[in-house]
C-alpha cells in the first residue's frame, strides 16, 4: 500500500497541528476507527473520506483522506487531533480507554510529495 502527502500539509500538520505525518498514517491501520464520507469536500472526480481514530502514541486523531489509482494509494490531505465533539462521539463508540490496535499489514511505503 502506498501512502502519500503533499509536502506542504507534511510540514503544515507537523507544524500547526503536532500531527506527524507517520503517526497520521498508522490510524488509517487502526481496527477501532470510524469513518464517514465527506461530502463538503468531495468532488465528482475525487471523493474524499474522513476518519476518527486512535494514533500508536495514544491520541484521537481526525485524519481527511481520499484514496488514487483504484484504492492502492492513499493521499492523507489532513490530520489533526480530534475535536471535543469527535473524541466524546468516538468514546460513545468503542469506549474512553482504548489503546491503538492495528490490523496485520504488511510495512507500507510512505511518499511525501513536494508539489510547490
Given at each position: 500500500?502506498?501512502?502519500?502527502?503533499?509536502?506542504?500539509?507534511?510540514?503544515?500538520?507537523?507544524?500547526?497541528?503536532?500531527?506527524?505525518?507517520?503517526?497520521?498514517?498508522?490510524?488509517?491501520?487502526?481496527?477501532?476507527?470510524?469513518?464517514?464520507?465527506?461530502?463538503?469536500?468531495?468532488?465528482?472526480?475525487?471523493?474524499?473520506?474522513?476518519?476518527?481514530?486512535?494514533?500508536?502514541?495514544?491520541?484521537?486523531?481526525?485524519?481527511?483522506?481520499?484514496?488514487?489509482?483504484?484504492?492502492?494509494?492513499?493521499?492523507?490531505?489532513?490530520?489533526?487531533?480530534?475535536?471535543?465533539?469527535?473524541?466524546?462521539w468516538y468514546a460513545q463508540k468503542y469506549g474512553d480507554y482504548v489503546t491503538f490496535q492495528a490490523v496485520k499489514h504488511d510495512k507500507p511505503t510512505i511518499?511525501?510529495?513536494?508539489?510547490?
Amino acid at each position: 500500500m502506498l501512502i502519500t502527502c503533499n509536502g506542504f500539509k507534511f510540514f503544515y500538520n507537523r507544524i500547526v497541528h503536532c500531527v506527524p505525518f507517520k503517526e497520521a498514517a498508522e490510524c488509517i491501520f487502526s481496527t477501532q476507527t470510524i469513518y464517514f464520507d465527506d461530502l463538503r469536500h468531495s468532488t465528482a472526480m475525487e471523493r474524499r473520506f474522513n476518519l476518527i481514530s486512535v494514533s500508536p502514541s495514544g491520541r484521537v486523531l481526525q485524519v481527511g483522506f481520499c484514496k488514487r489509482q483504484n484504492g492502492l494509494e492513499t493521499r492523507i490531505i489532513s490530520a489533526r487531533p480530534a475535536s471535543r465533539k469527535e473524541r466524546k462521539w468516538y468514546a460513545q463508540k468503542y469506549g474512553d480507554y482504548v489503546t491503538f490496535q492495528a490490523v496485520k499489514h504488511d510495512k507500507p511505503t510512505i511518499r511525501v510529495r513536494y508539489l510547490w
